[in-house]
């Protein structure tokens, strides 16, 4: 009688030191199965263009932080599963934030870094993070998981992090005994909406008001408004917007986490997923805003500006992305990480999730405990802010 874990396929977990050594179709029938009927990607930031575009244009890689480990799970000469790994030895360009993690493990004489991170790097859009072809989800998760751990195990790293994972995903995680963390973002529901006027009819008389008056004013700064994409996108408007981007990673990071060439290579390969809204006045770009396109989403991702104009900001970065939404059928924007002021401008407050493994018994236990306080909190802070919301009570209460 033959034994029954002979039949037990094999999967075996290699790790890859770049995207170029993974085939893109390969990698693609895991991140996005979905474009096979011609469409987009639901996720355009798990795309074998998009990681190679960071990759090739070494926005991560040797001296960035952030080292590529992609895992791919390979069962019968074929792979089924794949994830975005990098080796970090710093916590920038993640969202989700450890560096108190860091400095009490440190501080107990540790070494928190370097650590692993299952995540697209300087992107705070939800979306899978354990990639697999459909058919696949059980072993290939599961395969994924186990590979990544027995990594950082065998190379005596601190953690393993999987961060802006789905729902899905985080509960799945928590099942097999990974810590799982709730933090929030801001997103905007289309709820089949027909016009920005129809959106703006789901608000209170004032804060319709208030959004009217804010549009009027950031349109009269003096020039036109332009939305742009695919071959719409001309190499000026990369020119201007990589001034832009400077400006406010200087403001807000210190030194921006991705170079110039990423900028041209996304002219080259990614303009079709983009969406840039340019604000031009006196022919001089003065503004603007990159959106990535996906599926049913609309990923808003950078902004900056070398003029200020009073709510020009609020226009580019929400309004627009929102009327833009709305004209092409799209569930949601997402417009990053933070910023309480989108509040009042229609983004609700919604959970974001991710994953945490953590390599001492211990420090797992007390990291356990403060992750239980603070999904409290947040849920609580959600709870709170949704009512803060500009929009008729009747209506919250149907979202909610």
């Not at 200020?308 to 833009?324: G, N, R, T």
């Not at 997402?334 to 919604?350: F, I, N, T």
Request: hydrophobic share 35%.
């Amino acid at each position: 009688m033959s034994d029954p874990a002979e039949n037990v396929p094999t999967i075996a977990i290699n790790m890859h030191g770049s995207i170029n050594q993974i085939e893109p179709a390969d990698w693609d029938a895991c991140a996005c199965p979905e474009i096979a009927d011609g469409g987009r990607a639901y996720d355009p930031f798990t795309t074998h263009r998009f990681l190679k575009a960071l990759e090739d244009s070494r926005s991560v890689g040797a001296g960035t932080g952030w080292e590529p480990r992609y895992l791919t799970a390979e069962m019968d000469s074929q792979i089924i599963a794949c994830a975005p790994l990098y080796a970090k030895s710093h916590s920038q360009g993640e969202y989700i934030f450890d560096h108190n993690w860091a400095h009490a493990w440190e501080r107990a004489g540790g070494r928190y870094y370097p650590k692993l991170q299952i995540a697209v790097p300087f992107t705070p859009a939800t979306g899978r993070r354990f990639l697999t072809r459909p058919g696949y989800e059980v072993e290939g998760i599961s395969a994924l998981v186990q590979g990544a751990i027995q990594v950082a195990a065998d190379n005596q790293l601190s953690s393993l992090h999987i961060t802006f994972c789905t729902e899905a995903e985080a509960i799945a995680g928590e099942q097999i005994g990974l810590l799982r963390r709730r933090t929030q973002q801001y997103h905007w529901e289309n709820r089949g909406y027909e016009s920005f006027d129809a959106f703006l009819a789901d608000l209170s008389s004032r804060k319709r008001k208030t959004i009217r008056k804010e549009r009027e004013r950031a349109q009269g700064f003096g020039g036109t408004i332009h939305r742009l994409t695919g071959d719409q996108i001309l190499p000026e408007h990369w020119d201007a917007f990589w001034d832009f981007y400077q400006d406010t990673g200087a403001r807000k990071w210190g030194t921006p986490y991705l170079t110039r060439k990423f900028f041209d290579i996304a002219h080259e390969r990614l303009r079709d997923d983009i969406l840039l809204v340019m604000a031009e006045r006196d022919g001089q770009w003065v503004a603007g805003a990159l959106n990535v396109i996906g599926r049913d989403t609309l990923f808003g991702r950078y902004w900056g500006c070398v003029e200020d104009h009073p709510c020009l900001h609020f226009e580019l970065c929400y309004y627009q992305a929102m009327d833009y939404a709305i004209a092409h059928g799209q569930s949601r924007v997402e417009a990053g990480a933070q910023g309480d002021h989108k509040l009042s401008r229609g983004y609700l407050p919604v959970f974001t999730h991710s994953l945490h493994w953590i390599g001492d018994p211990g420090f797992s236990e007390a990291v356990e405990r403060f992750l239980e306080a603070e999904a409290r909190a947040v849920g609580e802070d959600i709870e709170v802010l949704t009512g803060y919301g500009p929009f008729r009570k009747d209506n919250v209460e149907e979202q909610q």
